[in-house]
């Protein structure tokens, strides 16, 4: 039977955005922690409402440790945040968008469609429930993104980010600022409605699917290789492009 004997106790301070997860009581100041038994600093950090994909280091008594570690009685914990901006490994600029997959749970449509309209590879359905949504993050190696921030504590989950806007115009600087995305974007290379790869296709085979005045006006046009979506670069097109300038001038980081 356990006593008091074998309570520990630990004293743990994040520091960022970190203290975003937090309660305002709890924030920028030390941490009481009473626990029994053998707890990884992983699981004690969690149980604090932090998860293990938003944390960039971990120190204990002047030195860095793993999700692994024992936490001992005494220990001061301090709980840090990835830098920004944050680059997934083997990712470097020169190379294409297509070393960063992402997967958006079923609220961040439009941010889905924002990504997608950027060039990147996003898995996205109104009707995704949690267990598809982390086993394509886990199985496809896809960076979760979320506003549960629970979902990000399952263990399987390697990259993952909590989305703290509500509003997609900020939600996409945000995921742009946090991986510098900004010199991998290829802009209106796959279908914001499925996520496809747009091809060039010639007028003359798609002609029949054109109002009279695209038929007219428009002779460059891409289909989605996937759902046959067709895209031309209507009026809508210049302000895209506008929203996107802006987007990478206000996300980037130098």
């Known amino acids: 039977m356990s006593n008091n004997s074998d309570r520990k106790t630990a004293f743990f301070t ?68 990835y830098s920004l901006p944050l680059e997934l490994p083997k990712l470097n600029h020169s190379q294409s968008a297509e070393l960063i997959r992402f997967v958006a749970d079923n609220h961040l449509g439009k941010l889905a469609a924002y990504l997608r ?33 629970r979902l990000l504590m399952r263990s399987c989950i390697h990259y993952g980010y909590w989305v703290r806007s509500k509003l997609p115009q900020l939600q996409i600087r945000e995921i742009v600022q946090r991986w510098n995305l900004a010199p991998l974007v290829q802009p209106f290379r796959r279908c914001i409605r499925c996520n496809g790869l747009l091809i060039p296709i010639e007028k003359e085979r798609i002609l029949d699917q054109l109002q009279p005045l695209t038929r007219l006006y428009f002779e460059d046009f891409r289909i989605c290789s996937q759902c046959q979506q067709i895209y031309w670069k209507g009026s809508h ?10 987007t990478l001038n206000e996300g980037n980081v130098e």
């Not at 309209?117 to 979320?146: N, P």
């Not at 097109?237 to 802006?246: K, T, V």
């Open 14 to 81: 994040f520091f960022g955005a970190l203290n975003d997860f937090l309660p305002n009581r709890m924030r920028s100041q030390s941490i009481q922690v009473t626990f029994r038994g053998p707890q990884s600093v992983k699981h004690l950090i969690e149980s604090l409402g932090v998860p293990h994909v938003e944390i960039g280091k971990i120190i204990i008594a002047e030195k860095s440790v793993n999700f692994n570690y024992l936490v001992k009685n005494e220990d001061n914990v301090q709980v840090f945040p």
């Open 117 to 149: 309209m950027l060039g990147f590879d996003t898995f996205y359905r109104s009707d995704i429930q949690d267990e598809e949504l982390t086993a394509r993050a886990c199985q496809d190696e896809r960076v979760l993104l979320t506003r549960d921030h």
């Open 237 to 246: 097109f210049e302000r895209m492009n506008q929203f996107i300038e802006q």
